[in-house]
């Protein structure tokens, strides 16, 4: 039997021991919880930083000595150590699978992009149909004045056969004349308006992408970003009209053409093969601008509507 004496020396000598250990798991503890905290910010940004507490079974606790120094602290302290680790690797692997998905969702979109943008510049299933006569409605008139618009009826002639190349394109261009009012934005919009109507639309469009890029403010922006379209159209490029158009309503909606440009939207879009979508555009044109359009505006939407069968 041990005496009083030896049982308390022995107690003694156990407690650097214990004491050790117990620092030793308190360390191990503090560490792990920093570490799982970085790990569910991650995981979870909107925690608000707070751990999540791992759901531990409590031990049994081995019956103690008498006399002997207590070891229950030490025992939960490695239970909460090994639940930590456990609930870190879940975490771990749930920060790597929420990667894996955002990765996909990313390929999965740039694919759908690049789609978006293919379908949109592709040519037209068939051939371009001659373009309708819009009649002078984008002359150039004077700052003060509105022009009206003029009916859509008839249908300019299908040119020619372009050779490969044209000797006297040069000399088509040299004799457009360039205007000198003293307006640079008059002056630059006429003379896109004057290569458009000489049917030079490479040149014209050039031009008018000019005036409407040195003159975003003016109020022929819009004249000129609705007869690039125009051009556009005019030159069998129904895709590239469409977006011309559409961009004049988008950023314009209040310039004098941002309804023609509608009109015009619809029309490229029966030419692109997507009837459903220019009803979508008639109806809009009819109610954005309700109650500002012209008579001869309302009977191009009506023949525009019968065109594209819309209900």
């Known amino acids: 039997m041990r005496t009083p004496f030896l049982i308390a020396a022995t107690a003694l000598l156990a407690l650097p021991t214990m004491a050790g250990a117990q620092a030793n798991v308190e360390g191990r503890v503090g560490r792990l919880e920093s570490e799982m905290r970085a790990v569910q910010r991650k995981v979870f940004p909107g925690g608000n930083g707070q751990l999540l507490q791992p759901e531990v079974t409590a031990p049994v606790v081995p019956t103690e000595v008498p006399g002997s120094p207590s ?28 990667g894996y998905q955002l990765r996909q969702l990313r ?16 040519p037209p299933a068939t051939g371009p149909a001659p373009a309708p006569a819009m009649g002078g409605d984008d002359e150039p008139a004077p700052i003060a004045a509105t022009p009206p618009s003029k009916p859509l009826t008839g249908a300019r002639p299908t040119p020619a056969a372009k050779p490969a190349v044209e000797p006297d394109r040069a000399a088509r261009v040299a004799a457009v004349a ?10 630059a919009y006429l003379y896109g308006y004057r290569l458009w109507e000489a049917k030079l639309y490479p040149e014209a469009q ?19 970003q609705n007869l690039l379209g125009r051009a556009y159209l005019d030159d069998g490029k129904p895709s590239l009209a469409s977006m011309a158009f ?10 004098e053409r941002a309804p023609d440009s509608l009109l015009y939207l619809g029309q490229a ?15 809009e044109l009819s109610d954005v601008y309700a109650g500002k359009l012209s008579a001869t505006m309302l009977a191009d939407i009506k023949r525009g509507r019968a065109t594209a069968k819309c209900k």
């Open 269 to 283: 879009l029966v030419k692109l093969d997507k009837p459903a979508d220019a009803c979508k555009v008639y109806d």
């Open 178 to 187: 360039k205007p000198t009012g003293g307006e640079p934005v008059e002056d």
């Open 206 to 224: 050039a031009q008018l992408k000019k005036t409407v890029t040195d003159f975003p403010k003016s109020r022929r922006a819009s004249f000129a």
């Open 107 to 122: 390929e999965e979109f740039e694919a759908y992009r690049r789609a978006t943008d293919a379908r949109l510049v592709a």
């Open 246 to 255: 559409y961009e004049n309503y988008k950023k314009m909606p209040d310039g």
């Open 71 to 98: 070891s229950s602290v030490v025992i939960d302290l490695s239970a909460r150590v090994t639940a930590l680790e456990q609930q870190m690797a879940s975490l771990t692997g749930q920060g790597e699978q929420n």
